[in-house]
């Protein structure tokens, strides 16, 4: 039986700062994986995903290019639970094959996914290790203000849509606080970095030893 890496994920609310860190364990040799970057491929124009969102939603998710505006469609589903919920039903499942394939082909102690909507979506018990990357929401509006010009009102009913803070905090393993500078978080996503290493070792060991258990099958009374 083929061993996977232990999977941790990242999760923080709308402009937490999880892109950043996902950058700085990347940069640690720790092989990332984004479910917004996945998303993004799978609704290339002509894939089935694509093909599946135009029959629910009409080519008014469209644009004139025949792509997904994500905008448009952004500002559709946060202000209608019912279609968050079926484009969620259409893209969720295909994402999780996707990022499961890529964590068995990985040859290392550990992987990241990077998951937004962990808590949202129920993944949080599926995965070996939770990291939560937090910050206060007055500073994650001005950064996603700041970043794409996206309105306030959009911003907030983003926000609201998410999990709140006390939720991601409960399925939290470890929390990486992201309210100073980059040197700071740095230092975090280092420390963090190392106590992955050690608990995949332990939780490799933990595998091979079960996998050998099955490979070998219960043992005969004699």
Excluded at 93 to 108: L, N, R
Aim: some cysteine.
């Amino acid at each position: 039986m083929t061993r996977r890496p232990m999977i941790v994920a990242l999760t923080g609310g709308l402009a937490s700062g999880k892109s950043s860190v996902a950058q700085m364990f990347e940069a640690l040799g720790v092989p990332v994986i984004d479910a917004d970057v996945v998303t993004r491929r799978l609704v290339e124009p002509g894939t089935p995903a694509l093909v599946e969102i135009v029959d629910t939603f009409g080519d008014g998710v469209l644009d004139e290019h025949g792509r997904l505006d994500r905008a448009r469609m952004r500002e559709r589903v946060f202000r209608n639970d019912a279609e968050r919920s079926q484009l969620e039903s259409i893209l969720h499942p295909k994402v999780s094959e996707v990022m499961q394939a890529f964590a068995s082909a990985c040859d290392a102690p550990y992987v990241l996914f990077v998951i937004p909507l962990l808590v949202e979506t129920g993944q949080a018990g599926k995965m070996d290790r939770v990291i939560v990357v937090d910050a206060p929401r007055a500073l994650r509006s001005a950064r996603a203000a700041a970043r794409d010009g996206t309105r306030p009102e959009t911003i907030a009913a983003i926000i609201d849509s998410q999990a709140v803070r006390t939720d991601r905090l409960l399925v939290a393993d470890t929390v990486i606080e992201n309210t100073g500078d980059l040197a700071t978080l740095r230092e975090r996503v280092d420390t963090e970095h190392r106590q992955c290493l050690a608990l995949a070792d332990t939780w490799i060991s933990m595998e091979d030893s079960r996998n050998g258990r099955e490979r070998t099958g219960p043992t005969e009374n004699a």
